[in-house]
């Protein structure tokens, strides 16, 4: 029965080697990992924009038009608020009496 505890404690020798070299190989393939996705992010960024940051953030400052009136709706008359009439003289703005 010696035989099998000195063989279970080799064993566990063994694997504690191996869990620190698979521990070992898994950060540094993970780190080179990470080190080409940032390298190839920077590169496609730089092809992905030709003419420069000037340019590109240039084209993006115009204004947009403001949005027409749905249809069907006609603005107010002038001199009247808000399109109501209360029954004064038409235009006059003045509610009636």
Known sequence: ???D????SGQA???GR???RAFRWGTIVAAVVAVVALGYNM???ERASPLGRDAASTTQSHKVPA???PAG???PAPGTAGGQTGGGAAGSGQPGK
């Open 5 to 8: 505890s000195s063989n279970d």
């Open 43 to 45: 590169v496609s960024n």
């Open 1 to 3: 029965m010696d035989d």
């Open 67 to 69: 949005p027409a009136a």
């Open 13 to 15: 020798a063994n694997d």
């Open 73 to 75: 709706t006609e603005a």
């Open 18 to 20: 191996d869990n620190k």
